[in-house]
């Protein structure tokens, strides 16, 4: 047994049969428990010693002692250890059969034995071996006390790796590397892996050297994957601590890494062509691994701190996510399969739009549903905010426009056509040193340039998409950035949320992005800021509704009304004027329900079908349906509370509810139309009910619990957002058969880190 210790050495103990201390060790058949007992150290490491990885090289030896017509039962074993040093230490263990007489316990300083105890020929041709092998330990033990065989392990340094600079996290060696059916010829010859924190991934191999029968190696990189050094800057938008783990894939020709920022990066090995084709997929081969490349495949990443708030493209495209860990993250599915199968796809993120130097906590889509840039947004823009007083709002490049048009499930993203005037686009971004904002670059020679396409020569997205391939870790935060175009200043303190009012095609109103910022004891510091992004300015200031911090705003999908709410536990309803100028439309506070919810209000939300139907979502563990109404000259709103119930997953007294979403479809439950309403919990539970929807007050019912997510698919910690995927007729089939049943997906965030996408068919 070894053990880690913080002394900068290694600890060797054995195990000795005991029987007689009971009160120590369970009894148990068929199993022989053993006590440790410390039998020394091993030194040389100069800091914390973080890894051990052994290997059993008893079979490479077997030839060997069968030349020397030796009949000593030895096993050899390697033991890899590392640590912050950076320096990786080999140590072999010889272990053998001698007399008790034979080796004395007590070591000497010079030779690690004791030349006066030899009783046979075979313990001094073991003698030997130790004495050429400068054995920096023995070690006695036995299986039984009353033995006259001592089972003695000599343990030496066979040799000290340097090629990391920064500590080593992880060391493993290749599988299947020893069998006692297979003869020394027939082994793989012992290959180690080893990650560190300097971004890189090493393999060593032993280089052979025949000379007079006798074989004499040295422990060299054979070759470097990950990113060592990286792109000017480091890998922008992830951890740079580098890797925490390193193995080999069960599947031959691969391995992975894990960076200490949760990803998982594969790498394939590529034959080269001097290699006999035959031995491609035979990893006993040793000069497969000598003179393979490894390519780096695309890698499974996602964020490595919480999740704060999400948003989906307007025709459901793709989904944008933000988080803690200072980043935006776009992700779009990519079919597993080859030639047009779709049938078999997976999300991963395909680009990395923001990479910020504050933690990020809300964002929205404000893109409208053309390309050109005229008085409306285009597609693909979205607005986020972060702990800090500023808006920012970003346009997709060229790039990820033709990256997405390639994925097999966003073809049908851009159905403008080849003659979309789309030249006020940019190529690519980049985000310079020390800057918070992306800029635009029309540089071909740098890095990024081989993920990013052609340039301008050609002004339309469908340009050369077949050439295109998803970008790794390495280079997500550098070739997938887009664009800032503005900012937008005006709160006080730090943002909090943010929604978005897209208007449908043809209204005289303008697409409108409201927020919200931090109350610091301060009133005004309350009041929602109403913003058209399009001209870059703020189109009115909401005041007298809160007393508090505004945590969650929701518009109506035709933008009559915006809801509002927070620690206050008021819920307030902002109706649009009639008078209001068509650039600049103004809202004035229509309805205000007090002490709505015992608790907080962590989330609201409109029903998208609906309009007049308003879910909240508290800390006193309930969900309450709200109905507005107005007088016959439009001058007043009515709120009145229709339903009130707790979800179905509670362990406690009570389940706080920290998010609710309506889906875009309803469904018919009980020959009654019903609202697909989504719940996230702070425990991590999802449930999906069903609303009735009512056109009079007389015709309550209670709603319905359609599907509750099992624990293993839902998030361990605090749900943040749900949000549905937008249901568009053309992009994706929505199946609706008489009614019967219903197709949705629904992505959702958490405090764990993780971002979760589902799929339901909910059947009537």
Request: hydrophobic share 35%; net charge negative.
């Amino acid at each position: 047994m070894t053990r880690q210790h913080s002394d900068h050495a290694s600890e060797v103990g054995t195990g000795e049969s005991t029987q007689s201390n009971a009160a120590l060790w369970a009894n148990l058949s068929n199993l022989t428990v053993c006590e440790p007992c410390y039998q020394g150290c091993l030194l040389g490491h100069q800091d914390w010693i973080t890894c051990f990885a052994w290997l059993d090289i008893t079979a490479f030896i077997s030839n060997d002692d069968s030349n020397n017509n030796t009949t000593t039962d030895r096993r050899e074993a390697l033991l890899a250890s590392s640590g912050h040093d950076a320096k990786i230490r080999l140590w072999k263990f010889t272990s053998f059969n001698s007399s008790n007489s034979a080796v004395d316990k007590q070591l000497t300083e010079d030779a690690g034995y004791d030349s006066n105890n030899v009783s046979s020929d075979e313990d001094e041709a073991n003698i030997d071996d130790l004495e050429e092998g400068e054995a920096r330990l023995l070690i006695h033990h036995s299986a039984n006390t009353a033995s006259t065989t001592y089972n003695t392990t000599a343990v030496s340094l066979e040799a000290l790796l340097l090629g990391h600079e920064e500590a080593v996290t992880s060391l493993s060696w290749r599988g299947n590397h020893s069998s006692p059916q297979m003869t020394s010829s027939k082994q793989q010859q012992p290959c180690l892996l080893s990650s560190s924190m300097d971004r890189s991934i090493l393999l060593w191999m032993e280089q052979d050297y025949e000379q007079q029968n006798m074989t004499t190696g040295v422990w060299v990189p054979i070759s470097r994957v990950g990113s060592a050094g990286g792109i000017l800057g480091g890998s922008i938008g992830a951890s740079l601590m580098g890797f925490v783990d390193s193995a080999f894939s069960p599947v031959k020709g691969r391995i992975v890494g894990h960076g200490y920022g949760g990803s998982l990066h594969l790498f394939s090995r590529v034959i080269e062509e001097e290699v006999d084709p035959a031995a491609e997929n035979d990893d006993n081969k040793d000069d497969v691994l000598l003179s393979a490349r490894w390519l780096a495949d695309s890698c499974i990443t996602g964020h490595f701190r919480p999740v704060q708030d999400l948003a989906w493209d307007p025709l459901g495209g793709y989904l944008l996510t933000v988080g803690s860990d200072q980043t935006t993250r776009l992700w779009a599915e990519v079919s597993t399969s080859d030639g047009d199968d779709t049938s078999s796809c997976r999300w991963m993120e395909v680009g990395r739009p923001q990479v910020h130097g504050y933690d990020m906590t809300s964002i929205a889509c404000i893109g409208g549903d053309g390309d050109e840039k005229k008085e409306n947004e285009p597609r693909h823009r979205f607005v986020s905010g972060a702990d800090e007083k500023v808006l920012r709002v970003f346009d997709a490049p060229l790039s990820t426009l033709r990256l997405l048009s390639s994925l097999k499930r966003s073809r049908d993203l851009l159905t403008e056509g080849n003659n979309v005037n789309d030249t006020w686009r940019i190529e690519r971004a980049f985000l310079p040193s020390l800057g918070l904002s992306n800029k635009a670059t029309a540089d071909p020679e740098q890095e990024s340039a081989k993920y990013a396409g052609p340039t301008n020569s050609v002004n339309t997205v469908e340009s050369k998409t077949d050439q295109l391939k998803l970008p790794s870790e390495r280079d997500l935060g550098v070739t997938t950035l887009w664009p800032e175009t503005r900012k937008l200043f005006g709160h006080d303190s730090e943002l909090v949320c943010l929604d978005a009012y897209r208007a449908a095609a043809g209204s005289k109103y303008p697409n409108l992005v409201a927020s919200s910022c931090k109350a610091r004891n301060d009133v005004a510091s309350a009041a929602i800021r109403l913003w058209n992004v399009n001209l870059g300015k703020c189109v009115g200031v909401l005041k007298g509704g809160h007393r508090s911090t505004a945590s969650t705003l929701s518009f109506s999908r035709d933008g009559k009304y915006l809801a509002s709410s927070g620690k206050d536990r008021r819920i307030c309803i902002w109706k649009r004027s009639s008078s209001s100028m068509d650039e600049s439309p103004t809202y004035e506070l229509s309805a205000a329900k007090d002490s709505a919810h015992k608790r907080i209000v962590w989330s609201v939300h409109f029903s998208p079908t609906h309009p007049e139907i308003l879910a909240t979502g508290s800390r006193d563990g309930f969900v309450k349906i709200w109905h507005l109404s107005e007088t016959a000259d439009y001058s007043e709103t009515a709120m009145e509370e229709i339903s009130s119930f707790e979800p179905t997953c509670k362990t406690g007294k009570t389940e706080p509810v920290t998010a609710v979403a309506f889906a875009d479809s309803t469904l018919k439950v009980s020959d009654r139309d019903c609202a697909v309403l989504g719940i996230g919990t702070e425990t991590g539970h999802i449930e999906v009910w069903a609303i009735p929807i009512f056109t009079t007050m007389n015709q309550k019912s209670k709603p319905t619990l359609l599907h509750s997510m099992p624990p293993n698919n839902s998030h361990f910690y605090t749900v943040n957002k749900i949000a549905w995927r937008p249901v568009v007729n053309g992009y994706r089939e929505v199946s609706e058969n008489d009614n019967r049943s219903l197709d949705l997906t629904l992505a959702s965030c958490g405090e764990d880190c993780g971002v979760r996408i589902f799929t339901l068919t909910i059947k009537s």
